[in-house]
């Protein structure tokens, strides 16, 4: 069993910065890969930047890239995700999921276990 608690979600305006954090507790050995997806209202989910949290590879979509960071503090059981320069069109409920192994990072059917989610919004 894995349990995955997002926080640090809100409000900022354009140009502004979020951390988010989702706590990972539970099984480690089917939370290997920990990987942020989005919602916006009317829109899929999707896959934004995700973590290999045994060799630490990382995962972008070009949408984020050099905006957004993943990371990891192993010592709290703990992935982040950094977001600067947020854009509009970035506000969404944002979401952790994590799987013992993925073939393809960004599909979300990919991942067993989600987090109840975060919601960001921004504002021009």
């Known amino acids: 069993q894995v349990q995955l608690v997002e926080s640090g979600g809100g409000s900022v305006q354009a140009g502004g910065s979020l951390r988010l954090s989702c706590a990972v507790s539970?099984?480690?050995?089917?939370?290997?890969?920990i990987t942020w997806f989005r919602q916006a209202p009317g829109k899929e989910r999707e896959a934004v930047a995700g973590?290999?949290?045994?060799?630490?590879?990382?995962y972008y979509v070009d949408s984020v890239k050099d905006r957004f960071t993943i990371s990891q503090d192993n010592a709290k059981n703990t992935v982040y995700l950094q977001m600067n320069s947020l854009k509009p069109e970035d506000g969404a409920m944002y979401y952790c999921?994590?799987?013992?192994?993925?073939?393809?990072?960004?599909?979300?059917?990919?991942?067993?276990?989600w987090g109840q989610g975060t919601q960001v919004t921004v504002s021009s």
């Open positions: 539970g099984v480690t050995n089917v939370n290997k890969y």
């Open positions: 973590i290999d949290r045994g060799n630490g590879t990382l």
């Open positions: 999921a994590a799987a013992r192994r993925v073939r393809w990072w960004r599909e979300r059917l990919e991942y067993d276990y």
